[in-house]
């Protein structure tokens, strides 16, 4: 039982570093855009080129 006192005060510490971050997350904009990181993945950066003619062999 002895050990519950160094237990105790560390879980809560841990729960407020925990908070911290998370409220510090929120307030950097981190929750902004959840969507965009999303379609940045799947979109290219660059458009397509268009083919190139095929121009044929005179012989």
Do not use: N, T
């Not at 929750?31 to 379609?39: M, N, R, S, V």
């Amino acid at each position: 039982m002895e050990v519950m006192v160094f237990l105790v005060p560390l879980a809560l510490c841990l729960g407020l570093v925990g908070l911290i971050g998370f409220l510090w997350s929120l307030r950097s904009g981190q929750y902004e855009d959840l969507d965009g990181a999303a379609w940045r993945a799947i979109f290219d950066d660059e458009p397509p080129q268009p083919p190139a003619p095929v121009v044929p062999h005179k012989e």
